[in-house]
Structure formats: C-alpha cells, structure tokens
C-alpha cells in the first residue's frame, strides 16, 4: 500500500497494513507518534474506514473533536488493527467482517472520556442579558 504523504522511515521491512473505523459520530483524529523519524496524522470522519501501513510496535492514538478542542480518547496498538492482505483486497465486506473489524477498535486501552458531560454547562437554555436605563 502506497503511503505518498508522511510515507513509512525506508529503513523499515515489517511493515503491517492496519484498518481502523471510526464508529462514532463525531470527527477523530488519528496520529502514530511513538515512531522515530515519522509522524502520521489523519483525519477520520464518522463512519470511515482508515487503512494505512506502520510498523509493529506502532501505536495509533485516537483523539475526538469537540469544539475546537481534541481529546486524546484512545491508543490502540498497531498490532491490534492489523489485517492481512486478504482482507485488504477483498472488495465487499459483510455485516460480520465490519462487526470484527470495529471490535478490534473497540475498548483496546478506553479511557473512561465522557464527552458530552463535559459540555453540560453550556445548556441549550436561551441566554438572558439585563439591559442597563439610560437617562
């Protein structure tokens, strides 16, 4: 798999294939920064699926868009998501194949992250203003 931007350090031989799926709904970002010499960064958006290539001992790191602000919500070994190239091309998945494929994302290393509490002050309640007389 041709990596053109950000490609994998050349002196690398193991490379894996990797799949991850955003199953949220809310925009990710992914990022491999434990690699010397190498920074991956993507922007996964609710429902896709994100294939890449890295080496073993990578980590993809999860972090979750809210308002401006990101969320380290996750790390997954790369080892974890790898698939084989079976997998990779083989052009319809079914129902099962993206049930497993997300169970492999799903709560590796979670962080107890609860984003919508977070934002509970800033309720849907109209805003009042008191206007000042002027006389």
Not at 26 to 35: E, F, H, L, S, V
Not at 63 to 92: F, K, N, R, Y
């Amino acid at each position: 798999m041709a990596q053109l931007i950000d490609p994998v350090p050349s002196d690398a031989s193991d490379l894996i294939c990797c799949c991850y799926i955003n199953a949220t709904s809310k925009i990710q970002i992914a990022r491999i920064t434990n690699i010397p010499n190498w920074y991956f960064e993507r922007v996964v958006f609710p429902g896709q699926r994100l294939l890449f290539e890295a080496l073993p001992e990578g980590h993809l790191e999860i972090h979750t868009g809210m308002m401006a602000s990101a969320i380290l919500s996750d790390t997954i070994p790369c080892t974890q998501i790898q698939i084989t190239d079976d997998e990779v091309m083989e052009p319809a998945y079914t129902i099962q194949d993206e049930r497993r494929l997300e169970a492999r994302n799903e709560g590796y290393g979670q962080r107890p992250v609860q984003l919508e509490s977070q934002f509970e002050a800033f309720s849907a309640e109209p805003l009042k203003f008191q206007v000042a007389q002027v006389s």
